[in-house]
């Protein structure tokens, strides 16, 4: 099989990590060489942040380069229009509608684009735009941002329901896992 | 798809600990560094390894000299930059050889994610003339940790093993299997072990046959590998280069992997040149392969197709082989950047907007607080390297006297003072110019991720510890003022600052407060804009804040974001940010 990619974007300090892992074990699980790539350092400051990963039956490149994603995943609707070079054409995105504004634009030296959503149709990529934010605190906590927009993710995958819950299982804690199965449920059926 | 029974997901670094505790290291010293730092952490949470955080990297290094020396296997890790500082025990090691083994990470950062230079660290493996080991993996990662020990015992030397970025921080599939400790006895050994000049004379003609019997090693080192493909391209290439390489020719060129960059083989090379039309090196950084090759007398492509500066990427190698990349998207407005920003609730913020407001020249050091030199608050005007700040402003002070003692200061946070501030520190307290330094103790070593260092009282493993008073330390050094003051106090900020600045004597003035990210950091209930008395000027937007900003021209709070530490609010001029009570929460 070709190597796929998925591109998980956000802004740092949202959570991208436990996403990136529970993907990450999701494709191992299903006999895939899987890689994972993350930045860490600097930019986990409030800065735009990026996470790659890569699976088929053999990666070599831990990173994914412009033209190239089959998914991004992202946290932040900016940071979706930032990483949109990256999608392949015909690739999917899959985003939450959440605006956090850069310190350029909290300190006026930039503007916020509009009808971000709008733009990023008319681009010509496929874009699957959700309230994630209201969605994760409807399942229980705003930190499940993360799972909802996997939830909204598996629904472009043909992978069983069951493969996606045992990742969830071994990646969250057990007293969170009702929270985040309801997280992942209200993403999917978005 | 394969079947991946028995296999894990491992990050590089996590790797790189899983080969230090198959190969029963018993010693690690280290001092963090991005992208280094994971290394030490995940060896810490093997109970058979001892661990520990060194003030820096050169005494991290010594340490593990030591236990090497003693007989048990060693390591320390450093970012780049980080081996410049243990450059000194490395470059005589290389002559003493070593009684366990002892294998040293240095990891470079191509495209500056979190560095100050891009130095190709390359370069100290050929002038201390050691081997260096590069894995591409986390695989490679793993078996190149523990092949490390066998070279390093064999040989009798240390060895370097080169991570970068895209090695360190990336996961990828690793087998892992048990561990077994080699125990070596101590043996007293003045010739080899006490390098004064009339036994390091006899040492250098060790190191020369050393390196002679290592490039026998790496002609046929497994390490060192031929994948023949279509014979017209024939590439070397090494580290995450070899990754991309791959992914954009598949089998479909002819590739030489290196695994061992220093020294490099000679015959190998020759022979895979015979074998291809067009000979390639691919290399991130500095033409090291490159100029080698050169030098066997061959012709060879390489930094005239690629360039010298940042990392490469799949793109990047398609690109220059004139090969078709993906095609690719974007919209037509402008997309505002999004820099780091000092968090929510920094305690260093208050501390910057003071001496933005004092007008002050800051002479800044390397962490957290670097972006105190970003807008709004664009205080800081130098940042050199690890404990530069004060070095600097020595010397500043020294050459404009009066005009600039009065005005200029040294920024320097309380793991980077312990690194080698104390050593500025003393020079201030020596030779005596009347210096203001601000040691801005957020009680923790910030910017790489929360480790601890010899002023925090804990160790590596969270258990508490040694605890270096740095208000006594300043005062043995012989500094009479030290002043200690609360970062979200900006009067008592601008008070103390102005007071220190004003007296013609060395001054420290400790700004103290634990980072805001810190789990035992109680917060407050986020602030509340009371929109009748907010006016919209913005006053408290001065401080940089990303939980403050602007909605329908007045201040408007991100409750996600406010940890309520209420600096903005002693700038509004009417009162409008107001704290909540907790129950509110």
Known sequence: ?190 | MGNNEGKELMLGNKAVARGLFEAGVCFISSYPGTPSTEVTEEAAKYDEIYCEWAPNEKVAMEAAFGASLAGRRSFCAQKHVGLNVAADPLYTMSYTGVNAGLVIVVADDAGMHSSQNEQDSRHHAIAAKVPMLEPSDSAEALEYTKLAYEISEKFDTPVLLKMCTRVAHSQSLVQKSERTVPDFPYEKNIAKYVMMPGNAKKRHPIVEARTKALIEYAETAPVNRVEMGDTKIGIITCSTSYQYVKEVFGDTVSVLKIGMTNPLPENLIKDFAAKVDKLYVVEELDPIIENHVKALGLTVTGKDLLPMIDEFSQNLISDAFGKETGESLSIDDPIPNRPPVMCAGCPHRGLFYTLKKNNCTVLGDIGCYTLGAVPPLGAIEMTLCMGASIGALHGFNKVRGAESENKTVAVIGDSTFMHSGMTGLANVAYNQSNSTIVIVDNSITGMTGHQQNPTTGYNIKGDPAGKIDLEALCRAMGFERVRVVDPYNLDECDKVLKEELAVSAPSVIISRRPCALLKYVKHNPPLKVNTDKCVGCKSCMRVGCPAISMKNGKAAIDNTLCVGCNVCSQLCPVGALEEQVKEVQ
């Open chain 1, 1 to 190: 099989m070709e190597t796929k990619n998925i591109m998980i974007v956000g802004v740092g300090g949202q959570g991208s990590l436990l996403a990136s892992k529970l993907l990450g074990h999701l494709l191992m699980s299903q006999g895939y060489d899987v890689k994972v790539s993350e930045v860490h350092g600097m930019s986990q400051r409030g800065g735009s942040v990026v996470t790659y990963v890569r699976y088929g039956d053999r990666v070599y490149s831990p990173i994914i380069d412009k033209g190239e994603a089959d998914y991004i995943v992202s946290f932040e609707i900016l940071e979706t229009a930032r990483w949109l070079p990256y999608l392949k054409k015909g690739g999917q995105i899959v985003t939450n509608t959440q605006q956090i504004d850069p310190m350029p634009v909290i300190i006026g030296a930039a503007e916020y684009p509009d009808n971000l959503v709008d733009k990023l149709k008319n681009s010509g990529a496929n874009v699957d735009a959700l309230d994630c934010l209201s969605l994760a605190e409807q399942a229980g906590s705003a930190k499940a941002v993360n799972i909802v927009l996997l939830g909204r993710l598996s629904h472009y995958f043909d992978l069983p329901e069951d493969a996606w819950m045992k990742s969830l299982e071994a990646n969250v804690p057990p007293k969170f896992l009702e929270m985040n199965k309801k997280a992942f449920e209200l993403g999917k059926n978005f």
